[in-house]
T-cell receptor, first 114, second 115 residues
Framework: DADVTQTPRNRITKTGKRIMLECSQTKGHDRMYWYRQDPGLGLRLIYYSFDVKDINKGEISDGYSVSRQAQAKFSLSLESAIPNQTALYFCATSDSRQGNTEAFFGQGTRLTVV | AQSVTQLDSQVPVFEEAPVELRCNYS??????LFWYVQYPNQGLQLLLK??????LVKGINGFEAEFNKSQTSFHLRKPSVHISDTAEYFCAVTYSGAGSYQLTFGKGTKLSVIP
């Protein structure tokens, strides 16, 4: 089983719909992240969480919200999806006790907004 | 603020030839540097990382990278590529001190290995 699991792996939704992407991890890491990947733009940080009570905006948080339901779970919501949110979304984790020297990524969720 | 520039968006290379993927970063503080690989339809996998110590870092699949502080570069190299190395490669940087940890990625370099 994957250490960082994202669900769903693929999703097509309509403009204006609310959608939630979920991420769970079995690594015991305290820090979790959501990134968005667009062709030619690399990965950009949407939100990050240092623990259950600490959530921070990244460089492109507009139009997104997150919830850290437990140390192992971090979900990303699009309250009202729009076509330019079509992208590949990645969840990642890191361990502050290890000096955050490596981030571990899920397999990604491919989201299409039509 | 930190940033990463990957100088080539696409690099075609013949099988068994050497390859270098270039990465430059900017940061006013000490950094950790990473190279990740993304195979088609997959997530990101760590190739190698520079934290401290020797400036030549060896990673998986025969890749290596050299940290050059004076040139703020962290170029990735492989002496002989294989078809299976066809993928997108991302350079990333983060601040090495305590506190905020945010990986900043470059825009990626697509390596295409030609038979």
């Amino acid at each position: 089983d994957a250490d960082v699991t994202q669900t769903p792996r693929n999703r097509i939704t309509k403009t204006g719909k609310r959608i939630m992407l979920e991420c769970s991890q079995t690594k015991g890491h305290d820090r979790m992240y959501w990134y968005r990947q667009d062709p030619g733009l690399g990965l950009r940080l949407i939100y990050y969480s240092f623990d259950v009570k600490d959530i921070n905006k990244g460089e492109i948080s507009d139009g997104y919200s997150v919830s850290r339901q437990a140390q192992a779970k971090f979900s990303l919501s699009l309250e009202s999806a729009i076509p330019n949110q079509t992208a590949l979304y990645f969840c990642a984790t890191s361990d502050s006790r290890q000096g955050n020297t490596e981030a571990f990524f899920g397999q990604g969720t491919r989201l299409t907004v039509v | 603020a930190q940033s990463v520039t990957q100088l080539d968006s696409q690099v075609p290379v013949f099988e068994e030839a050497p390859v270098e993927l270039r990465c430059n970063y900017s940061s006013s503080v000490s950094v950790y540097l990473f190279w990740y690989v993304q195979y088609p339809n997959q997530g990101l996998q760590l190739l190698l990382k520079y934290l401290s110590g020797s400036t030549l870092v060896k990673g998986i699949n025969g890749f290596e990278a050299e940290f050059n502080k004076s040139q703020t570069s962290f170029h990735l190299r492989k002496p002989s590529v294989h078809i299976s190395d066809t993928a997108e490669y991302f350079c990333a940087v983060t601040y090495s001190g305590a506190g905020s940890y945010q990986l900043t990625f470059g825009k990626g370099t697509k390596l295409s290995v030609i038979p």
